[in-house]
Structure formats: structure tokens, C-alpha cells
């Protein structure tokens, strides 16, 4: 990572552009998961989705990975490459991925659950989702990062579940991943964080746990990031564009 790049309102448009792309793919997907299906075939339905609408996977552009999504279940929370592992009932699925149109990246990812999940992780992943979509509110020019991040604690430990601190949100744009980081815990005092400004991009991505902060690789795997104590983890994560008049949400 280096210096925050602010996009000009043409780079910005660019980003709404390949941005609507990712959330209709998401928007056709997500209805059709169920158990039994590989994680395999959701990522041909995305490398297949992009294809026809003349984007590129920014996932791809990745060194060293070959997949257009993440798919990482239950105890997995971030970067699990597709598999012929099969979707069972009751599992948690997070998909994540990334369009590269024009020059610049997007990024989202969502939890959803596999037929009839317990009340209990019901909870669990309507916390996420609903404190992603409060937090959105928090970003604009003028205010600290550290607000939001401090929202984000505030609710994700409140409910009683764990932020993994290891894993954060990030800018967004030529690159997949730029400055600044988009922490979901206050890190220092809030008039040290990052100040918002007018053509940021930012990937506000929200990953937690039932049952720990830690994370640990899983196994062999070189990608696969788990929750250290095998706790359920989700991940709810949209682009959002900030201008002098408003804060847009792109994927």
C-alpha cells in the first residue's frame, strides 16, 4: 500500500459502473445457492456472469490465486478458494468477490445462510449485516475514520460476538487493495485516525465471530483463513464512494 489516491468524478463513475455489475451478479446468485451445490459451481456462475458483461474478476488479478470468488464456510472467514467441498444445511456461506471494469476496482461480499440455520445464527449474521448497513451513514468528508470503526465495535461486541482484528477493510481502485485501511475496532484515539475526504473509496468490510479475535491458516491451505478456536465467522462488506455532496454505494 501506498498514499491515498482520490478518484476524480470520472474514475468515480467508472467504479458505479464495474460497482452495479458485481451487485446484479450477487443479486442473480445469491437466490440460486442451496445445499449440495459445490462452492465450485457458485464460482463458474460469477467467472461466467463477469465474462458475458465484459469485466474482469479482480480476485484474478491476485498473484497466485485462480478464482473469480471466495467462499469460505462457517469457520472459514476470509480468502477460501472454490472446491468441490458441497454446500450442507445449516451451514454459513460468505461469497467475496471483485470486479476490475475500466481501469478500477469493486468489492462486496455477503454471508447468507443454507436452508434453516438456528435462531442463534440467525442473530449472528443479522448483527453483521445490519451494522454494515447503520455504519455506511458514518462516512463522510470531514470525519475521522476511527467513528466509524468505533461504531462498528461497539455493535459487533455488544451483541455479544468478536471482531477479528487481523482482518480490516481497505481503499479501493486501481488497486484491489490500497490505503487507507478501514479498521473495524478503534485502534487510536479517533483524532489520529484517517480523515475522510471527497474522492475516497473505501471497502468497509465487517468480519467477526461468535467466539474469538484470533484467526489461524487453515491447515495446508495457503489461503484459507479460520476463526483460531473454530467459532462461526460472516463477512459483510459493500464499496462506497465519497464525494463533497454525498456518500455513494456502489456494489
Known amino acids: 500500500m501506498s498514499k491515498i489516491y482520490l478518484k476524480s468524478p470520472e474514475e468515480i463513475q467508472a467504479m458505479k459502473e464495474g460497482g452495479a455489475i458485481l451487485r446484479a451478479m450477487f443479486e442473480e446468485l445469491v437466490p440460486t445457492v442451496k445445499a449440495g451445490m459445490t462452492t465450485n459451481k457458485i464460482n463458474d456462475f460469477a467467472e461466467h456472469f463477469f465474462k458475458n458483461k465484459g ?15 471466495c467462499t469460505t464456510i462457517n469457520e ?13 444445511e445449516g451451514d454459513i456461506l460468505t461469497i467475496d468477490a471483485g470486479v476490475l471494469h475500466k481501469g478500477f476496482h469493486t468489492d462486496s461480499a455477503v454471508t447468507i445462510a443454507i436452508g434453516t440455520i438456528p435462531k442463534e445464527t440467525q442473530r ?22 476511527g467513528k466509524p470503526a468505533q461504531f462498528i465495535q461497539h455493535e459487533i461486541e455488544k451483541a455479544g460476538y468478536f471482531i477479528l482484528k487481523e482482518l480490516t477493510g481497505h481503499g479501493v481502485g486501481q488497486e484491489l487493495h490500497e490505503d487507507p485501511y478501514v479498521f473495524n475496532f478503534l485502534h487510536k484515539p479517533i483524532n489520529k485516525t484517517v480523515k475522510i475526504k471527497p474522492g475516497m473509496t473505501l471497502a468497509v468490510e465487517i468480519i467477526y465471530s461468535t467466539g474469538t479475535e484470533d484467526i489461524a491458516y487453515e491447515g495446508s491451505e495457503e489461503w484459507s483463513i479460520i476463526t483460531a478456536d473454530r467459532s462461526l465467522s460472516a463477512c459483510f462488506e459493500k464499496t462506497i464512494a465519497i464525494t463533497e455532496k454525498q456518500t455513494f454505494i456502489l456494489t
Do not use: C, I, M, N
Open 55 to 69: 469485466v474482469a474478476a479482480s480476485f484474478k488479478t491476485v498473484p497466485g490465486y485462480s478464482w473469480a470468488t
Open 124 to 145: 449472528f449474521l443479522d448483527v453483521g449485516k445490519q451494522t454494515l448497513e447503520k455504519v455506511l451513514t458514518f462516512f463522510k468528508p470531514g470525519t475521522y475514520l
Open 76 to 88: 472459514q472467514a476470509v480468502h477460501t478458494p472454490p472446491s468441490e467441498r458441497q454446500l450442507t
